[in-house]
């Protein structure tokens, strides 16, 4: 029997001459490989753009990530765990069929193994390539946001906290020499400050309440008053920010996790079907029912 780490080589003899014929089948076909990742990258882009239209994606969960609530975060994490299983177990079974069979005297076990190295490798280059799209639009985000940041006056926390700025220096009418902008960037920065372990301190505090007033042109108690509502708000706004941000983390590692796997079963099933064997439920079953 021949073995799958050798060439299998056959020597007829006919007559006074001998004929050698040598069949040395690759363990990878990377044509079945590529195809498979294309497929699997494509279908994960569609049903991504799909979750994010109909507000199950967790980078867009909802209108406003304020509005997010735990349960649509759960939501939006399961149906990422979804288009993972969906996507690569489409593109293992896609390469588990079209690559060719190996040696038909190999062990079952041998090659169910091939088929699920071909559906791993097919999650490896579908997972480069879903990386190299989102880090093109990473950068071109992040290419705007540093426009921004570099404009006087900007701060990073006038995405997260623009709401609560914009209540903070609330006013019918500004006083004379006020400097608006540069005054929500100081304030920004107070109350990222303010939402660490720490909290804010009395100086930070009694500081902010001044800057209010004076652009304002409202009562000190007032002003205290809305700082105090402002560090209130921020806390929760940048709390709901982390819980979204670990949400994300732990479905995308999750979700490539079950990938992977998914991508191994749909290879070996593809591969139990190109062999003409019917295949199974289970994660591993002898073949030895014909179709």
Known sequence: MLTPSEAARRVEASGPTTAVVEVTPSFVQWSAVIAGALVAAAVSLVLMAFGTTIGLSVLSSSPT????????????GLYLLLTALASFGLGGYVAGRLRERWDPAAPGDIVE???????VLVWAIAVVISGLIIAVSAAQLASKATEQASSPGTTTGEPLLAYELDK?????RRPTGAEPTYSRAEAGRILLAASGRQGI???DRGYLARLVASQTGIAP???ERRVEEAITASTVALQK????????????AASLLLGAAAAWY???????RRDGY????SWRLPQTQRL
């Open 201 to 203: 301190s009395s100086g």
């Open 221 to 223: 108690p007032d002003a």
């Open 113 to 119: 193994f091939r088929d699920g190295a071909h559906g």
């Open 65 to 76: 990530w304020r509005d997010t609530s735990p349960a649509l975060a759960v939501a939006s």
């Open 278 to 281: 019917t295949p199974s439920a």
């Open 241 to 252: 920010a982390r819980r979204s941000a670990v949400i994300l983390g732990f479905s995308t």
């Open 266 to 272: 749909g290879a070996a099933v593809g591969g139990r």
């Open 168 to 172: 903070l220096f609330r006013a019918e």
